[in-house]
């Protein structure tokens, strides 16, 4: 594991799946691909930070947990992660993990809810410290299946009915170069495709939120979206995933020119709000996986800060979250270093603007109690 850094070893352990999350065919038109590789530690280490303002409350209102072969992310592996920064409470998004094995097709991502469920109890007991894990979870139906989506929603939302706040039906669909694993029937805009409308139309009635992940050609079905479906809030996810490997490597100026206009359409619709961070994923293209080094808060900021400023600007800080994406982000960098560049960022925003992203809209938005 020395050799972490190396490009090949990360192809090798089926890293460029869509949105750099292994699938297990979830949904129809995904393809399983392998588990995803994590760092060595000691690569990690090689980028040593202590946390700056560790006082500062926050709220990560994206990561995941699973347990796979050889790849395993759980209670304790999260813990560990955020011990330097002061995080309150967390947000679980889905990631195809713990499905059930058997019963009805659809209903089979109840199951990792049902594990989400447990963690969380594990969390609340207080053993594990004083930050709260998976206060609110985001699971997954496919919403295709139109009407008769609403009894795996109700089915979800039973599952645990004190933090089960939303869907994510991920529409992050590329070409070949970008994601290899993607099934050559994989729809293209399935945000805009009426069957799947249907199964949109069921979430309101219920109270749920919906995740919105695709990359930054399709933002504009997400606003397309928005704008059919005013009363329903859709957490925008990891800044609309730009593109920066296969056939949009050394693009970065062509894609920021084209993703800009974009997010300021989706930014009019007063139903969005937005998750800065999430773009340390190897398809971002950066390759900070590629370095002998991981990098410095202040060298993730020169990278990110115009990606950053750009959404704050278009979506104002009452409606932005910093996100952490761990541990798909751990591929790039440390969890310390990750946060520590977020509050580089913010230095020049009042008290009230940064308690809002790194704690307050992720509160209000998906109702967390306070911890």
């Known amino acids: 594991?020395?050799?972490?850094?190396?490009?090949?070893?990360?192809?090798?352990?089926?890293?460029?799946?869509?949105?750099?999350?292994?699938?297990?065919?979830?949904?129809?038109?995904?393809?399983?691909?392998?588990?995803?590789?994590?760092?060595?530690?000691?690569w990690l280490s090689l980028t040593d930070e202590a946390a700056l303002e560790p006082e500062l409350p926050i709220i990560d209102p994206h990561h995941h947990l699973w347990d796979r072969p050889g790849n395993r992310y759980l209670l304790e592996d999260l813990i560990e992660d955020?011990?330097?920064h002061n995080v309150r409470q967390t947000v679980f998004v889905e990631c195809t993990s713990?499905?059930?094995?058997?019963?009805?097709?659809?209903?089979?991502?109840?199951?990792?809810?049902?594990?989400?469920?447990?963690?969380?109890?594990?969390s609340a007991s207080g053993g594990y410290g004083e930050t709260r894990v998976a206060s609110g979870i985001v699971g997954t139906a496919d919403l295709r299946l139109g009407d008769r989506v609403a009894p795996v929603l109700e089915a979800q939302m039973a599952a645990s009915p004190q933090r089960f706040r939303g869907i994510r039906h991920r529409a992050a669909v590329a070409d070949r170069s970008v994601v290899p694993s993607q099934a050559a029937d994989a729809p293209q805009h399935v945000l805009l495709d009426p069957e799947f409308r249907k199964g949109y139309a069921q979430l309101r009635p219920l109270g749920l939120s919906f995740e919105g992940w695709l990359y930054h050609t399709h933002i504009a079905d997400l606003t397309d979206l928005a704008k059919a479906f005013p009363d329903t809030t859709i957490i925008f996810n990891h800044l609309g995933g730009p593109i920066g490997i296969g056939s949009y490597a050394g693009r970065r100026a062509e894609v920021f020119a084209a993703w800009k206009p974009a997010i300021a359409e989706l930014a009019k619709c007063p139903n969005v709000v937005a998750k800065v961070g999430g773009i340390q994923m190897v398809v971002n293209g950066y390759g900070w996986h590629e370095r002998e080094r991981p990098p410095t808060s202040d060298e993730l900021l020169a990278a990110n800060q115009d990606w950053y400023n750009y959404t704050i600007d278009?979506?104002?800080?009452?409606?932005?979250?910093?996100?952490?994406?761990?541990?798909?982000?751990?591929?790039?960098?440390?969890?310390?270093?990750?946060?520590?560049?977020?509050?580089?960022?913010?230095?020049?925003?009042?008290?009230?603007?940064?308690?809002?992203?790194?704690?307050?809209?992720?509160?209000?938005?998906?109702?967390?109690?306070?911890?």
């Open 1 to 42: 594991m020395s050799n972490i850094t190396r490009r090949g070893f990360f192809q090798q352990a089926g890293l460029y799946t869509a949105g750099g999350l292994a699938l297990s065919g979830a949904l129809p038109g995904l393809v399983a691909t392998p588990a995803l590789a994590q760092p060595a530690p000691d």
């Open 314 to 371: 278009q979506f104002g800080p009452e409606r932005c979250m910093f996100e952490s994406n761990f541990p798909v982000d751990k591929l790039s960098c440390s969890y310390t270093v990750l946060w520590n560049q977020f509050k580089k960022l913010t230095r020049g925003f009042s008290a009230d603007e940064r308690a809002a992203m790194f704690h307050d809209t992720a509160k209000r938005v998906y109702r967390l109690p306070q911890v």
């Open 98 to 122: 713990m499905y059930r094995a058997d019963g009805p097709e659809e209903f089979r991502v109840v199951g990792e809810t049902e594990f989400v469920q447990g963690v969380a109890a594990q």
């Open 82 to 84: 955020t011990q330097a």
